[in-house]
């Protein structure tokens, strides 16, 4: 039902910046939970950043002050503003899209983010 594109990874060396966006799909994306996730080679994947249908906003403390997530809902768009970024935020990062009642979960691709020091 719902389908998610993740675009904007890159190349980036140490302390620069990249703005990742998730292009979604259907006509609810705004009762959505979104999230960002990252899977870095060896690791298990982990929750990024989340912004809820009212905006409130939950990072992981990896990133806490570095990254902004945000939502325009009449784009159907979640974005991941990275920053200060380091090589340890090298991963593939997924777009998520979680449905209220906690029954329907989404996924998009994945875009590659590569940080170089």
């Known amino acids: 039902q719902v389908q998610l594109v993740e675009s904007g990874g890159g190349l980036v060396q140490f302390g620069g910046s990249l703005r990742l966006s998730c292009a979604a799909s259907?006509?609810?994306?705004?009762?959505?939970?979104m999230g960002w996730y990252r899977q870095a080679p060896g690791k298990q994947r982990e929750l990024v950043a989340q912004?809820?249908?009212?905006?409130?906003?939950n990072y992981t403390d990896s990133v806490k002050g570095r990254f902004t997530i945000s939502r325009d809902n009449a784009k159907n768009t979640v974005y991941l503003q990275m920053n200060s970024l380091k090589p340890e935020d090298t991963a593939v990062y997924y777009c998520?899209?979680?449905?209220?009642?906690?029954?329907?979960?989404?996924w998009g691709q994945g875009t590659q983010v590569t940080v170089s020091s």
């Open positions: 912004i809820t249908s009212g905006r409130n906003t």
């Open positions: 998520n899209a979680q449905f209220p009642t906690g029954l329907y979960a989404y």
């Open positions: 259907g006509s609810f994306f705004s009762i959505y939970t």
